[in-house]
């Protein structure tokens, strides 16, 4: 091959000369996140925009709430009427147990709705000056998967746009 007439092309992308699409980390209905966007339902984050991200737990439930409030309050009502009448001077020890085992009422309510429907995981973000609420899941494998995959994008983005360094790296293989 003649050196002079050669001719050189530069080298094409596979993606036609566009920029490669954003890293895709985890996608399902309503949520998608990728190296460069976090996206959740209608709203949508750049991720190099998010800082401070934390995790919390939600608030309780109202309505275990509201019943271990008012189971409380009644029984610290007959405990108060039964303690100024001198009601309580007049009881057997099988009734005192039994005033015991009813006090432990609020606290297996509160168990009991804890258990039945737990607080929701929330994860939070500052963009500029507010504090958001990024994303809500009582679903706590759904929750840690979507948590995991805005850390990467997050590292992702820590390195200038660049995937991993040690996850891109080559093995060293001898010249031969």
Known sequence: MNPEHATTRPPRSPHGGAAPP?????????????????????????????THVHTTRGPHDRVATRA????????VG????????GGLHRLTAGAYLLLGAVFLVPVLLAAAGDRWRPPAHELWGRRGDTEELLFSSDDEQQFGQV??????????????????????????????
């Open 22 to 50: 954003p890293t895709l980390l985890y996608a399902r209905p309503g949520i998608i996140v990728t190296a460069d966007r976090f996206t959740v339902g209608s709203s949508s984050w750049r991720v190099a925009e998010l």
């Open 78 to 85: 007959a405990g108060l009427v039964l303690g100024f009448t």
């Open 147 to 176: 948590t995991r995959a805005l850390r990467r994008a997050r590292e992702m983005n820590s390195y200038g746009g660049w995937d991993d360094p040690l996850a891109t790296v080559q093995p060293w293989r001898p010249r031969r």
């Open 68 to 75: 271990v409030l008012i189971s409380a309050s009644m029984i």
